[in-house]
């Protein structure tokens, strides 16, 4: 983000993530699945309490820092982003809004990075489904569904990114394969046994991998491979090794508890729109309010809204509340004189603009 040339394949970051993910969150629901504890109301609460809480506090700061300084026209579009990131469907928006994920209209998005948050919430939609169902025909059609399902994306990636790159890269149907990956090392784990001397070679093949894309590969395409099987064999992985050592050094660790709300503060879009993105002084600055920003955020919001049952009411209601400003923002335009607020026409016209650029 502060310079493509540093690292040309830092947005497989992504794609590592959704590995991860897709092995963090399988890996919990097997095990509530087989203990009779799964809820599909309490999954999601913890969906919830775990993303929203931060998610609407930068999203409601983010506007009232556009709302300030940005430039009506492009307040309209920020208050849809802002919208769209609300409710989930940012990724579908951004490509038929904005296209190329390198291209110059995503660079003037303070919103774009919540395609991969919407990718993530619209796959746990039905996957749960998914993992109770076949749990509860027979455990050995899980892993196979998972499988079958992450062959079925794998397929659709490499024909999309021949074909339609662009929506490739956006949408959760060419993006499973990456959650599945991370679904299908969770539901092996414990059935497919290895040497132990080929186990502690796993982690640092998948290191070397996951570096590998890193710098080799600058758009979207076949480094996304290389990135999720990278991920999949550290995960895979139960024996103490030097990178699992490396992985659990205090600093890094430190880094990806911040890790959530570092991704969702948009400090270098706030940062190029000021004009104070040129100088290293600057960029140093700029890394410290970020880091800053995600530390406050990380033990004033996260930490203390994750566990608390009274927390999700309270964070509907405040997400409707900011959803209704970020539609007001977004639609004004059009329906509203003198800055009345319009709301169930506003929505209306959004969805209604989201589906006519689809078609």
């Known amino acids: 983000h502060l310079n493509k040339d540093w690292l040309p394949g830092g947005f497989l970051g992504v794609d590592v993530f959704f590995v991860i993910s897709g092995y963090l969150i399988t890996s919990i629901l097997l095990s509530e699945i087989r203990d009779q504890s799964f809820s599909m ?4 609460a913890r969906r919830v309490r775990r993303i929203f809480p931060a998610l609407l506090t930068v999203v409601l700061t983010t506007l009232a820092f556009t709302y300030l300084v940005v ?3 492009d307040q309209y579009r920020i208050g849809q982003q802002a919208v769209a990131a609300l409710l989930s469907y940012a990724n579908v928006f951004f490509w038929a809004e904005t296209g190329d994920y390198w291209g110059v209209a995503a660079e003037k998005s303070p919103f774009l990075h919540a395609w991969s948050l919407a990718v993530e919430e619209q796959f746990y939609v039905f996957f749960p489904i998914l993992l109770v169902a076949t749990q509860r025909v027979a455990r050995s059609m899980t892993s196979r ?11 659709l990636y490499v024909w999309g990114v021949i074909n339609y790159p662009s929506a490739t890269f956006y949408l959760m149907p060419t993006r499973i394969w990456e959650l599945g990956v991370g679904a299908l090392v969770a539901s092996f784990h414990q059935q497919i046994k290895t040497f132990e001397s080929f186990n502690r070679i796993l982690p640092f093949f998948g290191l070397l ?4 894309s890193y710098f080799v590969f600058d ?17 895979y992985n139960t024996i103490r090794t030097g990178v699992s050592e490396l992985l659990s050094w205090p600093a890094l660790v430190h880094i990806g508890k911040l890790s959530y709300s570092n991704y969702l503060w948009p400090l270098v879009f706030l940062a190029k729109r000021m004009g104070v993105f040129s100088k290293k002084s600057e960029i140093i600055v700029l890394v410290a309010g970020i880091y800053i920003l995600s530390l406050i955020t990380y033990w004033g919001i996260e930490q203390p809204t994750r566990r608390s049952s009274k927390v999700v009411p309270r964070t509907l209601l405040v997400w409707t509340g900011v959803l209704l400003v970020a539609m007001f923002m977004g639609y004004r335009q059009r329906y509203c004189k003198n800055d009345f607020f319009c709301s169930v026409n506003l929505f209306r016209d959004g969805i209604h603009t989201t589906a006519k650029r689809l078609r």
């Open 41 to 44: 109301l309490k999954f999601w």
């Open 71 to 73: 430039y009506l026209p």
């Open 145 to 155: 569904a998972i499988l079958i399902l992450t062959l079925a994306s794998f397929v």
């Open 209 to 212: 991998c996951i570096t590998a």
């Open 219 to 235: 758009v979207i395409g076949y480094g996304a491979f290389l990135a999720v099987l990278g991920t999949a064999l550290i995960l």
